[in-house]
T-cell receptor, first 112, second 113 residues
Framework: QKEVEQDPGPLSVPEGAIVSLNCTYSNSAFQYFMWYRQYSRKGPELLMYTYSSGNKEDGRFTAQVDKSSKYISLFIRDSQPSDSATYLCAMILSGGSYIPTFGRGTSLIVHP | DTAVSQTPKYLVTQMGNDKSIKCEQNLGHDTMYWYKQDSKKFLKIMFSYNNKELIINETVPNRFSPKSPDKAHLNLHINSLELGDSAVYFC????????????FGPGTRLTVT
């Protein structure tokens, strides 16, 4: 079992839909949770991060962490074709080397 | 004004050859990294340098040798290339070693034939 599990998709939705992207993890020592967006043939870019549990909102994006279930989510409201990309979750251990453990990414396609 | 740049963008070479990938960041960051993204899209750390000093060296064959001539540059040299080395290699940087925020370069797509 991988430390971080993420469904690779693809997830195909119509424009304007609410998108839910998820990751599960096995190590309860993870404390920092990030979402990266990676467009095709580009490097990942940090979208959002959350420390420990709770929600964080930034525009159309909301990140949620449920540490009791070892489950994190990224919600995208009013999805746009420009949101089409691969979304990677990543996590960092508390007191460790600050090197993130990445999920394999979920490919999202938003069609007009 | 690219933040993290890599050269070359594409690299096609034959088994047994030696090749280098170069990375430069103009963000003034102290820490730089090399990652490998395989065909299944898993992104895995290979090396990390902080102020030109190697601080992380994951289980990587010693055919891979990083070199940091200064804080802004981190190069990756690969000897005796193998088919399994085919992947996308990403350079990244962060302000300091103990930070969650990393900035990635565009990647170098290496194909070994």
């Amino acid at each position: 079992q991988k430390e971080v599990e993420q469904d690779p998709g693809p997830l195909s939705v119509p424009e304007g839909a609410i998108v839910s992207l998820n990751c599960t993890y096995s190590n309860s020592a993870f404390q920092y949770f990030m979402w990266y967006r990676q467009y095709s043939r580009k490097g990942p870019e940090l979208l959002m991060y959350t420390y420990s549990s709770g929600n964080k909102e930034d525009g159309r994006f909301t990140a949620q962490v449920d540490k009791s279930s070892k489950y994190i989510s990224l919600f995208i409201r009013d999805s746009q074709p420009s949101d089409s990309a691969t979304y990677l979750c990543a996590m960092i251990l508390s007191g460790g080397s600050y090197i993130p453990t990445f999920g394999r990414g979920t490919s999202l396609i938003v069609h007009p | 004004d690219t933040a993290v740049s890599q050269t070359p963008k594409y690299l096609v070479t034959q088994m047994g050859n030696d090749k280098s990938i170069k990375c430069e960041q103009n963000l003034g960051h102290d820490t730089m990294y090399w990652y490998k993204q395989d065909s299944k899209k898993f992104l895995k750390i290979m090396f990390s340098y902080n102020n030109k000093e190697l601080i992380i060296n994951e289980t990587v064959p010693n055919r891979f040798s990083p070199k940091s001539p200064d804080k802004a540059h981190l190069n990756l040299h690969i000897n005796s290339l193998e088919l399994g080395d085919s992947a996308v290699y990403f350079c990244a940087s962060s302000r300091a070693r103990a930070t969650h925020e990393q900035y990635f370069g565009p990647g170098t797509r290496l194909t070994v034939t």
